[in-house]
């Protein structure tokens, strides 16, 4: 497949298992949905990529939308080369196949993500004379932002220590924040990743009884060196 020496970055991993689920709960929460749509969305921050000076106070966030679609049947030629470890039993050869398959296609997305790539979102705003011409169209099923790498827990002088950090309820379902961990989380042996879902009841209730969610859900008693 050309994809077995490829170094898959954990973040997208998380990204990738938590938009293949949320999107897959969603369609067979709302399968009349029209406006549901296969494509994922994920934001990225351009500020690395354009070596901005630290004081830089505005945006620099930008949406990567993958027409990969989590929920594609793999080649049967591919599933035999997938070897499922014990430890990974409930995710199976076909899920396996499409976390990889997205985290590639995510992977590739963000690595174009440079200079060139933020010149020419500039140009096309200007020449449509639109501000919003840069972001996704609307019917998108499901989307992650990765906040993880934030570092809101800090002194704040006499306002004292962040106690919370926390996402607010306000906007459309269809959305999952990978979010900051506690302090404490550091003092627990294993690793651990904070989401903030925002779906419908009825697809909670579909991704609590999901094999792969709960699986993913689960502290993990493999070797960190897995391989699939």
Same mark, same amino acid.
């Given at each position: 497949?050309?994809?077995? $020496?490829? %170094?898959?970055? /954990? #973040?997208?991993?998380?990204?990738?298992?938590?938009?293949?689920?949320?999107? &897959?709960? =969603?369609?067979?929460?709302?399968?009349?949905?029209?406006?549901?749509?296969?494509?994922?969305?994920?934001?990225?921050?351009?500020?690395?990529?354009?070596?901005?000076?630290?004081?830089?106070?505005?945006?620099?966030?930008?949406?990567?939308?993958?027409?990969?679609?989590?929920?594609?049947?793999?080649?049967?030629?591919?599933?035999?080369?997938?070897?499922?470890?014990?430890?990974?039993?409930?995710?199976?050869?076909?899920?396996?196949?499409?976390?990889?398959?997205?985290?590639?296609?995510?992977? $590739?997305? %963000?690595?174009? /993500? #440079?200079?060139?790539?933020?010149?020419?979102?500039?140009?096309?705003?200007? &020449?449509? =004379?639109?501000?919003?011409?840069?972001?996704?169209?609307?019917?998108?099923?499901?989307?992650?932002?990765?906040?993880?790498?934030?570092?809101?827990?800090?002194?704040?002088?006499?306002?004292?220590?962040?106690?919370?950090?926390?996402?607010?309820?306000?906007?459309?379902?269809?959305?999952?924040?990978?979010?900051?961990?506690?302090?404490?989380?550091?003092?627990?042996?294993?690793?651990?990743?904070?989401?903030?879902?925002?779906?419908?009841?009825?697809?909670?209730?579909?991704?609590?009884?999901?094999?792969?969610?709960?699986?993913?859900?689960?502290?993990?008693?493999?070797?960190?060196?897995?391989?699939?």
């Amino acid at each position: 497949m050309g994809r077995s $020496e490829m %170094s898959l970055s /954990l #973040n997208l991993i998380i990204t990738a298992l938590v938009s293949i689920r949320g999107s &897959r709960v =969603r369609f067979k929460a709302f399968p009349d949905m029209p406006e549901l749509s296969s494509e994922m969305f994920m934001v990225e921050n351009l500020r690395k990529a354009l070596n901005l000076r630290q004081g830089y106070m505005s945006n620099t966030t930008v949406g990567d939308q993958s027409t990969c679609d989590g929920s594609a049947h793999p080649p049967l030629e591919a599933l035999k080369y997938i070897h499922v470890p014990k430890p990974l039993g409930l995710v199976g050869p076909e899920d396996s196949w499409r976390v990889c398959n997205v985290v590639q296609t995510l992977q $590739e997305i %963000s690595e174009g /993500l #440079n200079k060139q790539y933020s010149e020419g979102i500039i140009a096309t705003m200007v &020449r449509k =004379r639109d501000c919003t011409s840069f972001q996704p169209g609307r019917g998108l099923n499901f989307l992650v932002s990765d906040i993880k790498s934030g570092k809101p827990y800090m002194n704040f002088g006499p306002l004292g220590d962040l106690r919370l950090f926390d996402m607010p309820f306000d906007a459309a379902p269809g959305f999952c924040w990978i979010v900051p961990n506690l302090p404490s989380d550091s003092l627990s042996p294993d690793s651990c990743w904070r989401l903030r879902w925002n779906i419908e009841r009825a697809a909670i209730g579909c991704l609590s009884s999901d094999p792969l969610f709960q699986w993913a859900s689960t502290p993990s008693t493999a070797p960190r060196d897995v391989k699939v």
